[in-house]
C-alpha cells in the first residue's frame, strides 16, 4: 500500500530513504512533475553539474523544448533517477492501464481538476482514494514494462527501438539463429561487435554534417487511422 503524504517536502524526504542508484518513475514528468521538482531542487540549494566535488547536486536530460527527459539527482551520498513512463509507453493512464489489463483502474471524474489546493491544504478521503489509485496503477504498469525485455533499461521507447534494430542488424549480417543471438548478447565482447558492425554499414558522419541533417530529425510517433477517426495515438 503506498504511503501518500500532502506536501512536496514530505514526498523528497521519502525519496530520500530510497536505495541508492533506485529509478522512480512519474506519468507526465518531463512536462510536469519533472518541473515540479526541478524547481524543489533549485530553491533548496542544488546545483546543476557533474562536478563530483558538489555534494547537492543533480542532472540530467532537458531538451530545447523544454522537456525533461531525465533527472538524476544526488541525496545523501547517493543518487536517485528520475524518468516518464509516457517516453516509454505514450497514452493517458486509465488508457495504458486498460491495455496492460492492469488490476487497478483510474477513479476518473472523482475529483474537482479545477479546485484550488494551496499551501496547508490537506487531502479528503475521496482526494487519497484518487491519488492511491493513480499510484498503484502506475506501479502495476511499470511492472508490466519490467517483463518486457530490455524495454525498462532505457529512458524512451526510441533509444529501445534503435537498440533492437542494432541487435537484428547485427544478426543478419552475422546470419545468426535465435537462439545462437539469446548467448551472444551475454558476451562481454558483444557491446564492441555490435557498434563495430554497426559502424561499417552507418559510419559516423563528420560534425559539420551531422549538424545539418539533425535540422531535419525530430522524431516521430505511430497512429492508428479507421474511419476519419484517430484511436490508440
Known sequence: EPTIVNTLDESIELLKKLPSKSVVY???FATYDGWILLYWLLENGYTYTTDKNVEKRFNGIITDDRQIYQLRVRFNKHFVEFRDTCKLVAGKLDTI???FKCPTS???GTIDYDKERGPGYVMTDTERAYLRNDVVLLKEIVEK???MGTLADFITCGGYAFSEFKHSLYQQVHGFTNEYMEGKRLSKWYKKD???CFRNIFPELPL???AFCRHAYKGGYCINWSDGDIYNG
Open 26 to 28: 512519474f506519468q507526465n
Open 97 to 99: 492501464g486498460k491495455n
Open 106 to 108: 483510474k477513479l476518473v
Open 145 to 147: 514494462l519490467l517483463t
Open 194 to 196: 555490435l557498434q563495430e
Open 208 to 210: 559539420n554534417i551531422d
